[in-house]
């Protein structure tokens, strides 16, 4: 099993995630320069966040039109595990991994803060190890966050469960104040139509570990492996 | 030939515009209250093409392929005069 982490020009959290996977997971994880192309293929491959290309023109779109992209959609394509994480899911949504899009935040300034979101479909590969309705504590760290889509989208979502996560409060519940974006819905993970893409603004890899003040988010990674472990 | 083309991308009817609403809140602690503000991002291209509508047709391109997000944004294309 080997998973990789894709860099690009302005990534900053790939050694933040590459050693909430290697080091702290165990699963052999390989650090990819976008320039380099993948050059095998890979059992799960993480977009970590950062500011890609400044954030120009948009956060992520950039970074979407290079050629490891294509790479990218050819093993989401074989079915493969891809997890977008902050302006890796900006990237993600830029290549049309999944629907909707997130945009600047309903208060249009960054922002750095622990969240909780609610785990709302916990039969896919980036969480078995959840509950359904499981409350985690991870942190977000964004100024383009705020997930938008159109209300016939919103509902195909809805109705496949393709809707990971929702900010929530300590109790589970969805209220304006702890929707610290905007986002529609409170949605702050999407996933595709396979559940084999998840594309989420949270920071699991920033709460893998207790001395981070919270492990909440090593489940995404563990059940990642654990999915691919069992084939 | 060398067309001059302005792309207008905007968001689209009902999506929220955040930093016009704070724009918007800031012209008005000025004393210049506004009914509507909304902002768009202008690009001025020039492209070769054989005619002005293989040109437009280019930048129209550009803008399904790059330059706008189609589920927040609208764009026009026009040669620029």
């Not at chain 1, 909440?216 to 492996?225: A, L, N, T, V």
């Not at chain 2, 690009?43 to 509508?53: D, K, Q």
Request: contains cysteine; charged residues 20%.
């Amino acid at each position: 099993m080997r998973f990789a982490v894709i860099q690009f020009g302005g990534s900053n959290c790939d050694l933040d995630t590459h050693h909430a996977l290697q080091d702290v997971c165990g699963v052999d994880t390989d650090l990819v320069w976008y320039k380099e192309g993948l050059g095998r293929t890979y059992d799960a491959i993480i977009i970590p966040g950062g500011f890609s290309y400044g954030d120009y023109l948009r956060a992520g779109a950039i970074a979407a039109r290079t050629s490891i992209m294509e790479e990218v959609l050819a093993h989401v394509r074989a079915g493969r595990l891809l997890l977008g994480i902050c302006n890796g899911a900006q990237i993600g949504a830029e290549s049309r991994l999944v629907s909707g899009t997130f945009t600047i935040n309903s208060y249009p300034k960054f922002i750095c803060r622990w969240s909780c979101i609610r785990v709302e479909n916990a039969n896919t590969p980036f969480t078995l190890s959840y509950k359904e309705g499981q409350v985690i504590r991870i942190p977000i760290a964004h100024k383009e966050g705020r997930y938008v889509a159109s209300s016939s989208t919103l509902k195909e979502l809805n109705n496949n469960h393709q809707i990971a996560f929702r900010f929530c409060n300590r109790e589970g519940i969805s209220t304006p104040e702890v929707n610290f974006n905007g986002s529609m819905e409170h949605i702050t993970g999407v996933l595709n139509k396979h559940n084999t893409v998840l594309l989420m603004m949270p920071h699991p890899e920033r709460a893998s570990e207790k001395v981070l003040g919270s492990d909440d988010g090593r489940g995404i990674f563990e059940s990642m492996i654990a999915h691919v472990e069992k084939g | 030939m060398k067309v001059p083309i302005q792309i207008t991308i905007s968001l689209k009817e009902g999506i929220l515009d955040p930093e016009a609403r704070a724009i918007q809140h800031a012209l008005a602690d000025l004393g210049f209250p506004t009914e509507r503000l909304s902002s768009a991002r202008l690009f001025f291209i020039t492209v070769e093409a054989l005619t002005e509508e293989a040109a437009l047709a280019q930048a129209q391109q550009m803008c399904e392929r790059l330059l706008a997000n189609p589920v927040i944004h609208r764009y026009a294309v026009e040669v620029a005069r």
